[in-house]
């Protein structure tokens, strides 16, 4: 029997369909995964936070509003960009204008002092 090898970029470009079809149904399934971010933070946005936990051998994921990036772990590979679905880029953009709340990561700056 053989692998087959599929497309780190495919991966991501089918990951971002299945959050939903509008920006409501995406932020439920972050929610729902408990996939929370910070706000005008590429790197550590819901959507960065999501990919880069469900897809294999990455590094980190940079979101903007159109695209994003995905640094492989392997640093021999080099960056892979990404279009973001019309449904995902509206998402991001209400995200960082300050709708979806509950989907803010709680702050470290929180953490009580021990």
Not at 5 to 21: D, F, M, N, S
Not at 41 to 65: E, K, M, R
């Amino acid at each position: 029997m053989f692998e087959i090898e599929i497309p780190l970029k495919y991966h991501a470009t089918l990951a971002l369909q299945v959050l939903g079809e509008n920006s409501e149904e995406i932020a439920e399934t972050l929610l729902n995964g408990n996939w929370l971010g910070r706000r005008h933070d590429s790197g550590a946005c819901p959507i960065a936070v999501f990919l880069t936990a469900i897809l294999p051998g990455v590094l980190g994921v940079a979101v903007g509003s159109n695209q994003l990036t995905i640094h492989p772990a392997d640093d021999t590979e080099p960056d892979i960009d990404v279009d973001l679905p019309p449904a995902v880029a509206g998402f991001v953009l209400a995200f960082d204008i300050g709708a979806f709340p509950e989907l803010i990561a709680p702050s470290d700056d929180a953490a009580p002092d021990i």
